[in-house]
């Protein structure tokens, strides 16, 4: 089975935004750190927005991404793919021009111990900090109990990543607004 890591296509699709404001005021609890994983805060649906891309699109996605490691689906993402991402994580509703959109929370992070740390690569910024990671190899068959979406312990849970299975049925479906990047 084939890792993916999951980027907006924020070229050719709408830039998905919440309201820090109005995150603020409704979630006093709110902790970004606590996202990749079961929320230890109480969820309040913020105003959210899509706003034009820095490229000028004005195309609506039916998926996209905040934040590098959760998704926003529209109503017609998530019943295609409510199915195989209903162990994944957790929905919660949006409110403002977003309102028929979900904010999804992949709640699974892959620890270290079943990654080959020896022959998985990353690559890294000229001043030596870490930047992303290139390739992923998972000891034994590991790979075997990949779930449909989650995010990895050896990046500190900054980037989603999906199983092969999940990008079939998103390609499947037409669904549109992010691109996968072959990590094995």
């Known amino acids: 089975m084939s890792i993916y890591s999951i980027s907006a296509e924020i070229d050719n699709f709408m830039f998905f935004t919440l309201d820090d404001l109005d995150v603020c005021e409704k979630m006093e609890d709110f902790d970004i ?7 230890k ?19 609506l996605p039916d998926i996209t ?9 529209s109503e017609k993402a998530k019943q295609i793919l409510d199915e195989i991402l209903k162990d994944s994580g957790d929905y919660y509703r949006l409110t403002g021009s977003c309102k028929g959109y979900w904010f999804f929370n992949p709640i699974i992070r892959l620890g270290n111990e079943i990654i080959n740390l020896e022959q998985t690569t990353s690559s890294y910024f000229d001043d030596g900090s870490w930047d992303k990671l290139k390739n992923l190899v998972f000891k034994g068959d590991a790979e075997k109990i990949v779930p449909a979406l989650f ?10 990543y999906c199983n092969s299975m ?9 669904l549109t ?8």
């Open 177 to 184: 607004g992010i691109a996968f990047f072959a990590k094995n």
């Open 33 to 39: 750190e606590g996202f990749g994983q079961p929320l």
């Open 41 to 59: 805060f109480s969820w309040v649906a913020p105003k959210a927005m899509f706003i034009e891309s820095d490229s000028g699109a004005k195309v």
């Open 65 to 73: 991404q905040w934040s590098g490691s959760d998704l926003v689906l």
């Open 151 to 160: 995010t990895l312990e050896i990046d500190r849970g900054v980037k989603l």
């Open 166 to 174: 999940l990008k079939e049925k998103i390609e499947i479906n037409g």
